[in-house]
């Protein structure tokens, strides 16, 4: 694990805390150090601060998507406002957490982004599909090579984050199934942010962006006040 944090004590504390949990971690104190570092040994997660000197953990996260890299990336924000964490997701990051944040929360989110590196499962009590699945998986005119992670719509392919990938996994593995909010968030982000988050509703949009054609009808459909669902009327 690379943690990227510029406020010593909280950096040592994060470390310390960490470690005990288990986790192999290199702590570096700025966004150069953290992408040399991330260059020179590529981490299994990285825990960014967003707010650092000179490289920020924005660009960190920018300049490692650009590069191919997908990594999970969590990032921590003192900033609170839904534009301010739109803002992390739009630069690639799979999750964050606002200072000041409890440690166990840190883990729990660490851990599900762990969990997010095996495909998901179906939801619809059918034996879990294996690690590595063979094949590909398809629904709705959409085709999926999971082991490849590569994604196309007819014969457009589709280039899609990590997290947009496992969002749209899991509704072509449940199409037609209306999956609702809290569903999807333990499946993808492994923690239910609750009624008042915008995750959700921001990652849908993405993937709408990205599969939607004109004149035909939209994929993912909203169910209101339950979820959504991928068919094709």
Same mark, same amino acid.
């Given at each position: 694990?690379?943690?990227?944090?510029?406020?010593?004590?909280?950096?040592?504390?994060?470390? +310390?805390?960490?470690?005990?949990?288990?986790?192999? !971690?290199?702590?570096?104190?700025?966004?150069?150090?953290?992408?040399?570092?991330?260059?020179?040994?590529?981490?299994?997660?990285?825990?960014?601060?967003?707010?650092?000197?000179?490289?920020?953990?924005?660009? !960190?996260?920018?300049?490692?998507?650009?590069?191919?890299?997908?990594?999970?990336?969590?990032?921590?924000?003192?900033?609170?406002?839904?534009?301010?964490?739109?803002?992390?997701?739009?630069?690639?990051?799979?999750?964050?957490?606002?200072?000041?944040?409890?440690?166990?929360?840190?883990?729990?989110?660490?851990?599900?982004?762990?969990?997010?590196?095996?495909?998901?499962?179906?939801?619809?009590?059918? /034996?879990?599909?294996?690690?590595?699945?063979?094949?590909?998986?398809?629904?709705?005119?959409?085709?999926?090579?999971?082991?490849?992670?590569?994604?196309?719509?007819? /014969?457009?392919?589709?280039?899609?984050?990590?997290?947009?990938?496992?969002?749209?996994?899991?509704?072509?593995?449940?199409?037609?199934? !209306?999956?609702?909010?809290?569903?999807?968030?333990? +499946?993808?982000?492994?923690?239910?942010?609750?009624?008042?988050?915008?995750?959700?509703?921001?990652?849908?949009?993405?993937?709408?962006?990205?599969?939607?054609?004109?004149?035909? /009808?939209?994929?993912?459909?909203?169910?209101?006040?339950?979820?959504?669902?991928?068919?094709?009327?």
């Amino acid at each position: 694990m690379l943690l990227a944090e510029d406020d010593r004590a909280i950096r040592h504390a994060l470390e +310390r805390a960490l470690t005990l949990e288990g986790y192999q !971690v290199t702590a570096v104190a700025d966004g150069v150090e953290a992408l040399a570092q991330a260059h020179k040994t590529p981490p299994d997660v990285l825990v960014l601060d967003v707010m650092m000197p000179g490289i920020d953990g924005l660009q !960190v996260c920018r300049v490692l998507r650009a590069e191919g890299d997908r990594t999970p990336i969590l990032m921590l924000t003192a900033l609170v406002e839904t534009q301010d964490r739109i803002a992390g997701l739009d630069a690639g990051a799979d999750d964050y957490v606002v200072k000041p944040f409890d440690v166990e929360e840190v883990f729990a989110r660490l851990r599900a982004l762990l969990r997010r590196t095996s495909p998901v499962g179906a939801l619809t009590g059918a /034996p879990k599909a294996p690690a590595v699945p063979e094949g590909q998986i398809e629904a709705a005119g959409l085709r999926m090579d999971v082991q490849a992670r590569r994604a196309w719509r007819g /014969p457009r392919e589709l280039e899609l984050t990590r997290t947009e990938f496992e969002l749209l996994e899991l509704l072509v593995r449940n199409a037609g199934i !209306v999956l609702d909010h809290s569903t999807i968030y333990d +499946r993808i982000w492994g923690y239910d942010f609750g009624p008042g988050s915008k995750n959700l509703a921001v990652y849908v949009g993405y993937l709408r962006r990205k599969l939607d054609e004109p004149g035909v /009808p939209q994929l993912i459909q909203t169910v209101r006040g339950v979820g959504y669902v991928l068919r094709e009327d």
